[in-house]
């Protein structure tokens, strides 16, 4: 068990699609989801790009909307990820859960003692160049990956209205 997120409720389910505005558009019509921000996170609006603990040239198309949990929408567009690599091998649908947390580093330690090894990160998306999220390699164990986030004080404005 890991007792940090044990202690916490998950604040995000996160779904990975083909197209966007298609899929905010199923999630409004069924769960009444929305409305929605629009981000692209590549090169030019975050400050670093991990996958496999290297840093790496990806991005996606990810869609935020107001509920709680939040539902989060993402469309892989380059790249090597964790996304464009579910949407591949199991079609759309549900790809992680996501936690807010103190540290990701405290996280991570109990993650990696468990057998759960870091896969990607993001960090530097925030409005004032902070924040931070890992993914960690859950599959195996529960049939989705774990997302640890360290928030941004603030959003930026989005990038693209859907």
Known sequence: MIRTLARLAPVQ??????????????FEAVL??????G?????TTVGGRLYHGRPADWSVRLA???T????????????PTIHGEWLEQHGEGFHHVGYIVESIDAVAAEMRDAGHMP????????????????YFDTVDAIGCFVEA???????????FAL
């Open 13 to 26: 389910l996160a779904f990975v699609v083909h197209d966007l505005e298609t899929a905010a558009q199923r």
């Open 32 to 37: 009444g989801a929305g409305p929605w921000r």
């Open 39 to 43: 981000y692209l996170f590549d090169e």
């Open 64 to 66: 935020l909307d107001s």
């Open 68 to 79: 709680d949990p939040q539902y989060e929408l993402i469309q892989p567009i380059e790249g």
């Open 119 to 134: 896969l990607m990160e993001v960090h530097s998306f925030g409005g004032d160049g902070d924040g931070r999220a890992v």
């Open 149 to 159: 986030i360290e928030p941004p004080a603030r959003m930026p404005d989005p990038h």
